[in-house]
């Protein structure tokens, strides 16, 4: 059988790191595949102009699936004065090369796995009835919508004249902002369309169902936000009335959730929400679980593109330590998320396996784990390194 090629994005400053890491434990698993690296990044927005090139564009259409690390973002008043003096005045503008890479491929399913391991001295504890300390069991999967919502990138800053006076036909803007000059207004636009909406509903119901969830949980802001939120919690009950009756459905309200989650977590299994909100209940979740270090993530396109990534940021001050410090397990996870995809589902468990056995066994934690302030000492002062913790996983497979 030909060898699967994968498109493997490092991106920038520990994105790097910690694909190293991962295709390391990719290769001990015994899981076989060309990697072709694909350009990404700062770099390329500081050389070239454009963080996301046509090349790269070309690798993931051609081969459907990418292992991404991490990427550095500024705002665009700093992008622009690191731009190659020769680049600058030439009308080139930052956007994000992850959000284009979900715009341009319709990466519009985005999936959030929070699941805590045992033995983990970063996981969620709180106090039981009597004093007593309790570790709930954390195992929700967070559906977000990728594409739409506050991260369409349809906004403005001084509404051109056209757009300002669409806005003042709706009596809450021309109540509030009619006298306010357009110069000092800035609008970003939360866009939902039902097709898009259908779709994650539908991915969140069908993976309650697949892995045994009893739950389905919206978390928007209906009551406001009636119109974008109210149709996704409308369509959210049609769904489970005409399609999944079988799973429960439940409706909270992201700011409620954010005090819920720290109550009663276990209480939680499949958790759906558009584009801000999802990215909000998906980090305050992971937090439950350890932080960033421990947070996967899948994103799916409707015609078969799948780009795996952890949901960390690219923390350009620890890229340059002699050691590397950071925790690799997101990565490994997200690779293992990838493993899941393409059905090596028993590769991907041994890989979880060995995972979770390394935390258990609790001999080998990264600074984050030991809850030390991340510097170049931390390694001197008992943390493992990024290359220590992976080779205990390997070792552990």
């Known amino acids: 059988m030909a060898k699967r090629t994968i498109v493997t994005l490092p991106g920038d400053g520990i994105g790097n790191i910690v694909m190293e890491q991962a295709l390391r434990v990719l290769d001990a698993s015994g899981f076989e595949a060309d990697y072709v690296n694909g350009d990404i990044g700062w770099e390329l927005w500081r050389g070239e102009g454009n963080p996301l090139p046509q090349r790269t564009l070309d690798l993931i259409s051609t081969h459907r699936i990418a292992l991404f690390g991490a990427i550095t973002s500024k705002p665009n008043e700093e992008a622009k004065a690191e731009l190659d003096p020769s680049l600058r005045d030439k009308g080139f503008v930052y956007s994000s090369p992850i959000v284009g890479l979900r715009q341009k491929f319709n990466l519009d399913i985005c999936v959030r796995p929070c699941r805590s391991y045992k033995g983990n001295p970063l996981n969620f504890i709180r106090r039981g009835r009597g004093g007593a300390i309790e570790e709930p069991v954390v195992d929700v999967v967070i559906f977000r919508q990728n594409t739409e919502g506050l991260y369409s990138g349809v906004e403005w800053t001084n509404p051109p004249q056209q757009v300002h006076q669409a806005l003042m036909t709706h009596p809450k803007f021309r109540s ?9 207004i800035s609008v970003s636009t939360r866009i939902f369309t039902r097709k898009a909406t259908q779709r994650i509903l539908n991915a969140a119901f069908e993976h309650a169902v697949k892995y045994g969830y009893k739950s389905v949980t919206v978390c928007e802001k209906p009551n406001v936000i009636r119109e974008t939120s109210g149709l996704m919690w409308k369509m959210a009950k049609e769904t489970q009335k005409n399609s999944f009756p079988g799973i429960q459905l439940r409706n909270t309200n992201i700011d ?9 977590p276990e209480d939680y299994g499949v958790i759906v929400a558009g584009n801000m909100f999802g990215d909000i209940v998906s980090d ?27 949901t960390h940021g690219s923390a350009p001050k620890y890229a340059g330590y002699e050691i590397p410090i950071v925790n690799p397990i997101a990565m490994i996870e997200s690779a293992c998320m990838m493993l899941d995809y393409i059905d090596e589902k028993a590769i991907a468990g ?17 600074y984050d784990m030991m809850k030390m302030t991340g510097s170049p000492d931390v390694v001197r002062n008992g943390a493992a390194s990024t290359i220590e913790m992976t080779d205990a996983i390997i070792s552990n497979l």
């Open 176 to 184: 509030n902002y009619g006298n306010v000059p357009p110069e000092e």
């Open 256 to 264: 409620a959730q954010m005090m819920w989650l720290t109550k009663n």
């Open 284 to 310: 305050a979740f992971a937090g439950l679980i350890g932080g960033l270090g421990f947070a996967c993530s899948a994103q799916f396109s409707e015609d078969g593109i799948a780009v795996f990534e952890p």
């Open 350 to 366: 041994r890989i979880r396996n060995a995972v979770a056995l390394t935390i258990r066994e609790g001999k080998t934690k990264t």
